[in-house]
């Protein structure tokens, strides 16, 4: 029974590699739960001393009750053997047992694409995110992401101010919104998306949670994306999973003396996608968006003045500055061109005086 499936997903202090071997020795949840005690000694005095836990959970907490607390809560759960648990997910070799959920399930008949990086990110690599997350939405898809600091919550909150899905993997129960600050991002995500993790409510955030919760944002993606990576970060690992799962990965460069570069620099120089602007990326994951609609950069016309800026700028932030210098145009020209081109969508303004190529 499902109730069963839910109950025994929600023991605390138990991870995949214990319901295993739980699986192996009892075959499934309902006859772990009927058990007798001397059964689950038994297994403790193998070795197994994480048993007491499930012992105590089960004296404490029925199949019933479990899923009484969940829907109070407003979580849903599926499991393995439930027709609703994702398919992306099934081809996993450690695909979770179950899923609990605020809101919903990503559907399986849109094209998803995990956007991560790095929790401190430069206010380029911000603005990269949020434009790849509004492009994916309004090309059909859906973002993916962790729902944290940084680029995934800015991915997040522009997916959703563009009117499209997006569904936040946590490292932690449902019921608990982590980082704390982000709960207006949680909300949206549970009323416009979903809030999804293999940890039961009440299950606080852990370092070692976070491995776990990155090959579900992968897995339950057709493509990842990374913004900004540090040597060793999160979204590496997110990327290594992806690759390992079979999934797309793509990356955008950075200056090779960029701390939060070295990362996407180094997935690029092994193989994953470039990423020079958010409408080609999204161009090549939805053939034929944009085209023919009057709005792609190959449709705008550029005055001189503009080619000369816009050829000046990258997906890094440049001053004001450094383009009055790089362009030799006086500050007058370059204000206007800079207007003009922020006007026709392929500049933004990302702090004041600072600017970034957006298409």
């Known amino acids: 029974?499902?109730?069963?499936?839910?109950?025994?997903?929600?023991?605390?202090?138990?991870?995949?590699?214990?319901?295993?071997?739980?699986?192996?020795?009892?075959?499934?949840?309902g006859r772990l739960w009927k058990a007798s005690d001397e059964e689950l000694l038994y297994l403790r005095e193998r070795g197994c001393g994480w048993i007491t836990k499930v012992m105590e959970y089960r004296n404490q907490y029925s199949p019933e009750k479990t899923v009484k607390i969940h829907r109070l809560l407003g979580i849903q759960f599926t499991g393995l053997e439930q027709e609703n648990y994702p398919k992306r997910l099934l081809s996993l070799r450690d695909r979770p047992y179950g899923l609990f959920y605020k809101g919903q399930l990503p559907p399986e008949d849109i094209k998803t694409v995990a956007i991560v990086g790095a929790r401190v990110c430069t206010p380029g690599?911000?603005?990269?995110?949020?434009?790849?997350?509004?492009?994916?939405?309004?090309?059909?898809?859906?973002?993916?992401?962790?729902?944290?600091y940084g680029v995934d919550g800015a991915a997040q909150w522009a997916a959703l101010d563009a009117g499209g899905k997006s569904y936040g993997v946590l490292g932690c129960g449902p019921d608990i919104c982590y980082p704390s600050s982000h709960r207006q991002l949680f909300a949206r995500l549970a009323e416009n998306g979903g809030l999804i993790s293999e940890f039961p409510a009440g299950m606080k955030a852990m370092p070692s949670h976070f491995p776990m919760r990155n090959r579900i944002i992968s897995g339950l993606s057709d493509v990842v994306a990374v913004i900004e990576a540090r040597k060793k970060s999160g979204s590496l690992i997110t990327a290594e999973f992806a690759l390992d799962q079979g999934r797309m990965v793509y990356a955008v460069p950075g200056r090779p003396d960029d701390e939060l570069s070295y990362g996407c620099n180094e997935l690029i120089s092994q193989g994953a996608g470039l990423i020079l602007s958010a409408e080609e990326f999204t161009e090549t994951l939805f053939p034929g968006y944009k085209k023919g609609n009057g709005k792609s950069k190959a449709n705008i016309t550029l005055a001189p003045t503009e080619k000369l800026v816009y050829s000046n700028l990258g997906f890094h932030g440049k001053s004001l500055w450094e383009l009055e210098e790089n362009t030799a145009l006086s500050l007058s020209d370059l204000s206007d061109g800079l207007l003009s081109l922020e006007i026709k969508g392929l500049v933004k303004e990302i702090e004041q005086n600072f600017y970034v190529k957006v298409k």
Do not use: K, N
């Open 1 to 29: 029974m499902d109730t069963y499936w839910e109950w025994f997903c929600s023991i605390p202090g138990i991870y995949r590699t214990q319901r295993e071997i739980l699986l192996h020795c009892f075959h499934t949840p």
């Open 125 to 148: 690599g911000r603005a990269m995110a949020e434009t790849i997350a509004e492009e994916v939405v309004r090309a059909g898809g859906a973002v993916i992401s962790g729902a944290a």
